[in-house]
């Protein structure tokens, strides 16, 4: 049996310290919400035993910062969040506790200090993969024309109402192949602040376009996967 | 999960309460287990996942390397139509895989209204709804929970019943499942025969010959075979401290609506209310000691994270250990920011000490069931609580900075009259009037009592079991009555919808021959009836008449002190003789002391039980 005391027994820091956790968010749990996401991460910290810095209010609680938001359906190996330690533990023992308290779909693969705040992302790196009836090399150039240099608009919803929003200027490259009846797109999106567009947005818009994806649901899937935070050049990966 | 779902899953509300993958979910091969154990909660899986039964027979099922039990919800509603427009069956949560290819399926029957849920889940899984339909090829299905004690109504859709607490009984079960498997002498009829006649609560309806008078009312209930018990006796677990305690936890990604640790403290009830099922079925009283209770607390938090601490049971504050155990957890609970709460107290043992231990601090309203609004009805009721206890009691919140108090009652009991309706104004009045006088009071706010009152529903297994339950016309007139004697706005006044609780009257006194209207209701794609939005009262009268139920036979009847009943079937360990006396007193106005201060011999003693105040040694007939 395991007892989470230690923690009481570890140096304090001078200054509570953010430590920032890299993890993967893949297969059965892209399917876990933003809320359930934060509720589970506050379960885990806490049985990981790290030695986690509470708020001084009424109602003290741990401090979590998430990165880039993911929308429910998308998978990720580069979700961000930051915390908070009070004493004294390696970067190496977090993530070594941490994993021990994971599955495999929702594992820490880096733990850190940061150097950079979550505001230097600019762009995402996503990798889609679309199986879909009737796909063959020409339907993968149709979309790799409305992605690259086409007009695809989506309707964003925002408290002003709907309205049409202009997809290309959210898409900074896109690449499209065709293999083993499977279409690929490896497209980076803007994901700044104020600017950030939802994937899954790519895929409504091109399913509106190209026809893909609109036939019966149990033969057809896709799968939406997050790879890589950029910064402002578009290629330097954001850590 | 498979590719089939996985598109489905983008199309769906919550998809989270499909997708699985938890951790502490267990995985195991499913070509090197014996057997697969489906494990059904008949709700959404954020009410399944919130259910301590279902957690402890999980683990208890896989802690045997032959058997794989995995988890089974229903689906909700769009999901249901996804999986009938692409021709999915439903599956386990764990693997994945269509549960029509399992051994065993065990539904747990937590309540009335969830009856109809469970047909919906046969239909989705492909298994015939009618036991007499299956084949060798299809699973056993196995009851268990509360409303197992009167299977009568759904005996026609379950193979058999695990009767009272399930821990040994279904390993059992499935392991004379497996070796029946291994000898080659397994069929259906053979496994349940032998089930029935060798495992102590096993109960298999098909057994037995049902014959009814002209009246209606039940003849016999006769086993077919010299070797299947006469009466089916629940099963217990004598040493709470020894029960299998699940250390690791399935956490669930979304939350559950009860999503907290649940430490349970002691099974069964010292109280003897007269109304109450829970309080009976549950006897003997058996406590765990302090001791254990803490390190499996802790145990609990090291492995889950859980930010509080629930201590269930029926009535908490009876637990003799209480003191030493809150004392010992919140050394270790406060400075890991745990909170603990409390879900049942009684007014007559809330002190100001254990108010400031408990997590409800942080919110501002608390609750006490009083059920009745005079003395008199509750003392009919065996509630053994004085008015005085409940304005001590309230003093004592209010004192403590609280302002809201919920108050639930009952309408409809045996011997109500208007005076008791009138009584229950009366002392959400008086609660208001304390507020005032209260000098501790928080200063400059206005207090808020709420009354929410329920229908008395008779169940089986109570000194109530006999008697008939108001009318609708008679409950929406008590209703209306107390809706005009509640003045002041300081009191909110709100109530159950009677109409699903004459329903639920029906379905929990009812016998074998409601099963055909279950079937209409199944037919005619009746689900979720547990949820407001789902029930439909005409509806249900319509496939009530259509199959020749007259609801009013089982709701409204007072049932006959020698009549057989149809749960008589059923040993729940408290005698038939005990509810006779109790309801004897109840129409004298007379209290019987709780179990502690006097053995009001009830039986369960004979059922045997370690830390529990009964006398030792079969008492009583």
Known sequence: ?239 | MNEKISSILKTVEKPGRYSGGEYGAILKDKNAVKARFAFCFPDTYEIGMSNLGMRILYGCLNKEPDIWCERVFAPWVDMQEKMRTFDVPLWAHESGDPVKDFDIVGITLQYEMCYTTVLRVLQLSKIPLLAADRGEEDPIIVGGGPCAYNPEPVADFFDCFSIGEGEDNLVEFTKLYIRMKEEGRYTREAFLHEAAATIKGIYVPSLYDVSYNDDGTIAAITPKFDDVPKQVEKCIIADMDQAYFPENVVMPYIEAVHDRIMLEVYRGCIRGCRFCQAGMIYRPVREKSHEVLNKQARCLYDNTGYEEISLTSLSISDYTELEPLTRELLEWTDPNMVSLSLPSLRVDSFSRELMDRIASVRTSSLTFAPEAGTQRLRDVINKNVREEDLMRAVNVAFSGGKTNVKLYFMNGLPTETSEDIEGIATLAQRVVHEYYQNKERPKGCSPQVTISVSCFIPKPFTPFQWEAQDTMEMLKEKQEYLREKVTDRKVRYTHHDARVSHIEAVLARGNRKLGKALLLAAEEGFCFDAWDEFFDYDKWLSVFERTGIDPAFFANRQMGLDEVLPWDVIDCGVSKEFFKRERARAYAEATTPNCREKCAGCGANRLGGVRTCCPSGGAEK
Request: some cysteine; proline content about 4%; charged content about 30%.
């Open chain 1, 1 to 239: 049996m395991k007892n989470n005391d230690v923690k009481f027994t570890l140096p304090m820091l001078a200054e509570p310290r953010t430590v920032r956790l890299r993890f993967r968010k893949v297969d059965n749990l892209q399917y876990i919400s933003h809320l359930d996401l934060q509720r589970t991460f506050n379960r885990v910290l806490v049985r990981a035993g790290l030695p986690l810095w509470y708020t001084k209010g009424f109602n003290p609680h741990i401090k979590m910062v998430f990165g880039m938001p993911l929308p429910v359906g998308s998978e990720s190996e580069c979700e961000m969040l930051d915390i908070r330690i009070e004493r004294e533990m390696s970067e190496a023992e977090i993530k070594e506790r941490l994993n021990r308290e994971l599955t495999d779909e929702l594992l820490v693969l880096d733990v850190y200090v940061p150097s950079e705040k979550f505001t230097a992302i600019a762009y995402a790196e996503y990798e889609y993969t679309i199986v879909t009836t009737g796909a063959d090399a020409a339907l993968a150039e149709q979309v790799e024309k409305a992605l690259v240099g086409g007009n695809l608009t989506v309707t964003k919803k925002s408290k002003s109402g709907e309205k049409e929003i202009s997809l290309s200027e959210y898409i900074h490259s896109a690449e499209v192949t065709f293999d083993a009846g499977v279409i690929a797109i490896r497209a980076k999106l803007s994901a700044a602040e104020g600017k950030y567009i939802s994937p899954e947005a790519l895929i409504t818009a091109l399913r509106r376009e190209t026809g893909i994806l609109t036939g019966d649901p149990t033969s057809e899937h896709y799968r939406i996967l997050r790879c890589r935070a950029l910064l402002a050049d578009a290629q330097t990966e954001f850590r």
